[in-house]
């Protein structure tokens, strides 16, 4: 009888230690998967972030050493249509392309809302990622990770910069000028492209276009002159940081 008795104690305290056994192992894999799945959560939204700060460099961390000699930008991003954000990746910069809008007086605001309206009237394919205004406003329309459709057979590895003038000339006030020296040369600067591939319009195609400095050889040299200028100021700036 004893023996009996003591052979059910033994047997219960062998299934509570049993039990006692699957409460641990499960607590430690609940764990183990919580940590796992924490650390995937934060993986994914610092490579979300990363992206975004990429594609948008409004979206930069203020304390980025990337904000450094950047101008002000406002991103007004063009919804995604196949006429003017087809959304393909732009997976190499190796230029800068400059433009002007053809359309004396627009604003930067005029011509980013004329890419948008092409998603609606598909009449066209064309935009820019950047648009520098005539009071030196630049507005963002296209991420620089994504092609813009404006330079033709360079979409695939150049970003645009799209410019306005207030006349026929196509030459460009000194508030515009300033902030296109200082929107390449930040881009160059960024992206690593040196002065030598910030093109016109016209050397991929032959197009008039940006109108003065086809016209104007001269303007355009100093511009790059101006551009390399800026790529040395920022440069010595990172290089103080």
Not at 167 to 181: H, P, R
């Amino acid at each position: 009888m004893e023996q009996r008795r003591k052979r059910r104690k033994t047997k219960a305290e062998r299934q509570r230690e049993v039990r006692r056994n699957r409460i641990i192992l499960i607590i430690i894999v609940v764990t183990l998967i919580l940590t796992a799945g924490v650390g995937i959560w934060k993986s994914f939204f610092k490579k979300q972030a990363v992206e975004s700060s990429t594609d948008n460099p409004d979206m930069l961390p203020e304390d980025s050493i990337e904000w450094i000699g950047a101008p002000n930008i406002t991103a007004d991003l063009l919804t995604p249509n196949e006429n003017s954000r087809p959304q393909t990746a732009l997976h190499q910069i190796k230029g800068i392309v400059i433009h002007y809008t053809a359309n004396p007086g627009s604003t930067a605001k005029d011509n980013r809302d004329y890419f948008e309206s092409l998603k609606d009237s598909q009449e066209n394919q064309v935009s820019s990622h950047f648009i520098v205004g005539l009071e030196g406003e630049i507005i963002q329309c296209i991420p620089t990770s994504e092609v813009a459709y404006a330079s033709n057979d360079r979409n695939s590895d150049t970003i645009s910069i799209e410019c306005c003038h207030p006349d026929e000339s196509g030459q460009f006030n000194q508030s515009t000028y300033a902030s296109m020296v200082q929107l390449t040369g930040w881009l160059c600067v960024r992206f690593d492209v040196p002065v030598t591939e910030v093109i016109r319009h016209y050397d991929v195609t032959g197009k008039l276009c940006p109108k003065y400095f086809v016209e104007h050889e001269d303007a355009w040299a100093q511009f790059c002159a101006d551009v390399q200028s800026k790529i040395d100021e920022i440069t010595q700036e990172r290089a103080n940081q």
